[in-house]
T-cell receptor, first 114, second 115 residues
Framework: AQTVTQSQPEMSVQEAETVTLSCTYDTSESDYYLFWYKQPPSRQMILVIRQEAYKQQNATENRFSVNFQKAAKSFSLKISDSQLGDAAMYFC???????????FGKGTRLSVIA | GAVVSQHPSRVICKSGTSVKIECRSLDFQATTMFWYRQFPKQSLMLMATSNEGSKATYEQGVEKDKFLINHASLTLSTLTVTSAHPEDSSFYICSAPRGVPPEAFFGQGTRLTVV
């Protein structure tokens, strides 16, 4: 069974600074995908970034990047130049190949301090 | 981009009544949809997998007779909470995968309050 662990219930960052959210996962599959989702107060799930496990290169989306350490089963999210709008709940998730459901971590609540 | 519409966004019902939540894929066909439940300040937990043309697959501990799922067409899945009780109050959210490899598209969620 897949598991996703987020060990930081809450994090805070100063505006314009950088913050890293941690995530570890476990799976017996060789083909899987990893994701970071943002859930603002509206509770709409927003995809932040995705990583295919077979790709060695870390995914990057503008101010968001990941540090994917496959051997260590670690998948952290780095947010650079933090903005007030980044404040939200962040969920790390994994999924096996095919039309399979997401398995979510418990989430990290990120606060951005002006 | 692909859009998944979930309705209603909020519903308040009396204990003992049933509530139906709809999840529609607006611009693509979804043979599979997923239903999640999220308690306050907690994560999303998979309840069931909705399959068009066949029975839904429920996760362990989810009562299939209480949470009825019907995947009526390639664009619509419904979740009916039967004989609702206050402990069923929660945030329910659906998702539908699209593309290769599939990307999950989420509905807006439904906040159910049973009084």
């Amino acid at each position: 069974a897949q598991t996703v662990t987020q060990s930081q219930p809450e994090m805070s960052v100063q505006e314009a600074e950088t913050v890293t959210l941690s995530c570890t996962y476990d799976t017996s599959e060789s083909d899987y995908y990893l994701f970071w989702y943002k859930q603002p107060p509206s509770r709409q799930m927003i995809l932040v970034i995705r990583q295919e496990a077979y790709k060695q290169q870390n995914a990057t989306e503008n101010r968001f990047s990941v540090n994917f350490q496959k051997a260590a089963k670690s998948f952290s999210l780095k947010i650079s130049d933090s903005q007030l709008g980044d404040a939200a709940m962040y969920f790390c998730a994994s999924r096996n190949s095919g039309n399979t459901p997401l398995v979510f971590g418990k989430g990290t609540r990120l606060s951005v301090i002006a | 981009g692909a859009v998944v519409s979930q309705h209603p966004s909020r519903v308040i019902c009396k204990s003992g009544t049933s509530v139906k939540i709809e999840c529609r894929s607006l611009d693509f066909q979804a043979t599979t949809m997923f239903w999640y439940r999220q308690f306050p300040k907690q994560s999303l937990m998979l309840m069931a997998t909705s399959n068009e043309g066949s029975k839904a697959t429920y996760e362990q501990g989810v009562e299939k007779d209480k949470f009825l799922i019907n995947h009526a067409s390639l664009t619509l899945s419904t979740l009916t909470v039967t004989s609702a009780h206050p402990e069923d109050s929660s945030f329910y959210i659906c998702s539908a995968p699209r593309g290769v490899p599939p990307e999950a598209f989420f509905g807006q969620g439904t906040r159910l309050t049973v009084v």
